[in-house]
């Protein structure tokens, strides 16, 4: 019973981080259709950043909010500069972004080098719970990524932004046509989708030690949390596919290696992807 | 998606002073001085450069995909590894028969039977390219876990040695390829026809029906083709030769370790074939050779420096060439022979 309770713990943290890490991939992919191969390498820039920040002697608050804030406006640049022009050629956006990814990858190697880094945990300790102790550091990722979640559902639904980047999403011909600005709102998603993954890197970091690759782990993880959780359902997608996939895996870890448990995982996931191509929660 | 340099290559040839520097001579040129170079470049190349043809080789499995069947596949490195994985257990295991054929021959199956089972499965749903993509992506992740899980089998960070095949011809005696410029003639003429083989797959039906789906799926559709089909055909042929190329890297490098069928070696084949020109298949192969002897002469002088170029002139590719090189060159060529030419 106490083990039950404690895998269930784990998933639930492994599941909320998860949710965080693929968050400003689900927002570019869910609302403006970019795949966005570059997310992992914002999430190692926000990761990076955040480490140069602590360097200089910043907190890690701030640290981590500079950082989110320098990977958002670098997504701003890529999307103004760039990824613009190919709105109406999706597949060209996915072979830019991993353009995005190969050179940032490369330019983060030279400036950084390939050396492990790491940040100091700013909450330190565990929170006992009986059967398992959680490390409090997780736990406040994990609320927070809910709290995001939810911040991001009641601005969608409950404001007049919100109301303008569905309809965008319905019809965009028919926005454009009421006379909605598609090109900023397109520039601000998809900069927030940079910020959020930067952030995610950035809070990633005290629990992790840093190297130019650690983005990749999260690159095709989030893809799958993301499809399988169902591309339109933004929010609770989101989280039911990163249960799938985070959960998914520390369950099969019980038995098996990790690395074995996320390829079982990813090769369940390609199933669900071939049999619901919209994702689990998507209406037949 | 309609791109120039396909509808040209369908267009009727033309008699015209450049009409000799067509793809097939160019290639026949280049396959010629490439065999000539064991003469005078003994050493050190003609070790490496059969390595890059396979490389080469696996580039133009990618072409196949990208380039006619409009579909880019993430993760032929993934075959590629997998080949060189049969190899080496094949080669251990031994046999009455020479260990090598079979293992030649199983890498193939083994590829072409995975790619086929796995395109059939995506594109009897009708998987996106894009999905493909990820889905591709994945196989190379799982592939590069299972080598490094499953230690007892593929040794897991360690490697696998694999030893080099020799050509037994029954009664008539046997070659060894220990010393390199056997191994490098044995290579090159597997390479120069496959190349040929491929184009000329590819300038009939089974290239024109392809490119038909890449152009229009649906119009293939209700002529009665069975796209799905022809889709997965294509993949399981890409995916028995990535196999095939690297079953025979893998015996020619006598080692394979995990990091050769993972994500980062897969997409970098991507890159090469972008550059290149994913509508071409001596473009690929080129660009696989080229890019790969260039990273190695490169990355001993300015080993970051290099990648990062690389990773520019992907982007600028993919921006403003989209034909890559092979498409440039067609270009030049047409204005100055003065008309579409195949």
Redesign the interface.
């Known amino acids: 019973m106490s083990t039950a309770l404690s895998v269930l713990l784990d998933a639930t943290l492994i599941t909320l981080v998860l949710a965080l890490a693929s968050f400003g991939l689900a927002i570019i992919f869910g609302l403006i259709g970019v795949?966005n191969m570059g997310h992992g390498a914002m999430l190692t820039l926000g990761a990076y950043f955040t480490w140069a920040c602590m360097e200089t002697g910043i907190p890690f608050v701030p640290a981590a909010l500079l950082a989110a804030l320098g990977v958002g406006l670098l997504g701003l640049a890529l999307e103004h500069f760039?990824i613009r022009y190919f709105y109406d050629r999706?597949?060209?956006t996915?072979?830019?972004t991993?353009?995005?990814f190969?050179?940032t990858?490369?330019?983060i190697?030279?400036v950084f080098g390939t050396d492990f880094r790491s940040v100091a945990n700013p909450l330190r300790g565990g929170w006992d719970l009986g059967v398992i102790e959680i490390p409090i550091y997780r736990g406040a990722v994990a609320a927070f990524s809910l709290l995001v979640i939810l911040a991001t559902g009641l601005v969608l639904f409950r404001t007049g932004l919100g109301i303008k980047i569905r309809a965008l999403i319905q019809n965009r011909e028919m926005a454009s046509l009421l006379g909605l600005n598609i090109g900023l709102t397109y520039k601000l998603v998809f900069a927030f989708g940079a910020f959020m993954a930067g952030l995610a890197g950035a809070l990633l970091t005290p629990m992790m030690s840093i190297d130019p690759y650690i983005g990749?782990i999260y690159l095709?993880r989030a893809?799958?949390a993301v499809?399988v959780g169902g591309i339109g359902q933004i929010l609770g997608g989101t989280l039911i596919g990163s249960f799938l996939i985070g959960g998914t895996e520390t369950v099969f870890a019980l038995f098996s290696?990790q690395?074995?448990a996320?390829?079982i995982v990813?090769?369940l996931?390609?199933l669900v992807?071939?049999?619901r191509?919209a994702g689990v929660l998507a209406q037949r | 998606m309609s791109d120039q340099a396909a509808t040209t290559r369908m267009g009727p040839s033309s008699p015209h002073a450049l009409v000799w520097l067509s793809e097939p001579v160019l290639a026949l040129v280049v396959f010629v001085l490439l065999a000539l170079l064991p003469i005078f470049l003994p050493g050190y190349v003609i070790y490496i450069l059969p390595q890059y043809m396979l490389f080469g080789l696996m580039a133009m499995s990618l072409v196949l995909m990208w380039g006619f069947a409009g579909m880019v596949s993430f993760g032929q490195a993934a075959f590629f590894a997998l080949g060189a994985y049969t190899m080496g257990l094949v080669m251990k295991a031994g046999g009455p028969i020479n260990p090598g054929y079979i293992g030649l021959l199983l890498a193939a199956l083994v590829g072409g039977g995975i790619a086929g089972l796995v395109g059939y499965f995506l594109f009897s749903a009708g998987v996106r390219p894009t999905y493909f993509v990820l889905v591709t992506l994945a196989l190379s992740i799982m592939m590069e876990q299972i080598a490094v899980s499953q230690s007892q089998i593929t040794g897991g960070w360690n490697g696998m040695y694999i030893d080099r095949l020799s050509l037994t011809f029954g009664r008539f005696g046997a070659v060894s390829l220990y010393d390199d410029a056997p191994m490098y003639w044995f290579v090159l003429p597997i390479m120069a026809a496959i190349y040929f083989g491929l184009r000329a797959l590819v300038r009939g039906r089974f290239g024109k029906v392809l490119a038909g789906i890449r152009e229009n799926e649906d119009r293939l559709i209700s002529l009665g083709f069975r796209t799905p089909l022809w889709k997965t055909a294509a993949f399981a042929l890409s995916g028995a030769l990535a196999c095939f190329a690297g079953a025979l890297y893998g015996t020619h490098a006598s080692f394979v370790a995990p990091s050769l069928g993972g994500v980062l070696f897969s997409t970098e084949v991507v890159v090469w074939v972008a550059i290149g020109g994913r509508q071409s298949l001596l473009g690929g192969l080129l660009a696989g050779i080229g890019v790969a002897s260039l990273s190695n002469f490169l990355s001993a002088i300015t080993p970051q420096y290099w990648q990062l170029v690389l990773g520019v002139l992907f982007v600028v590719t993919v921006l403003f060439f989209r034909g890559g090189i092979a498409g440039v060159l067609g270009r030049l060529v047409e204005r100055h022979a003065g008309g579409p030419r195949a």
Do not use: C, H, M, Y
């Open positions: 795949i760039v999706p597949f060209d996915l072979l830019l991993w353009g995005f190969l050179i990858t490369e330019i190697k030279i990749n095709v893809f799958f499809t290696s690395a074995l996320q390829t990813f090769a996931a390609i992807l071939r049999f191509p």
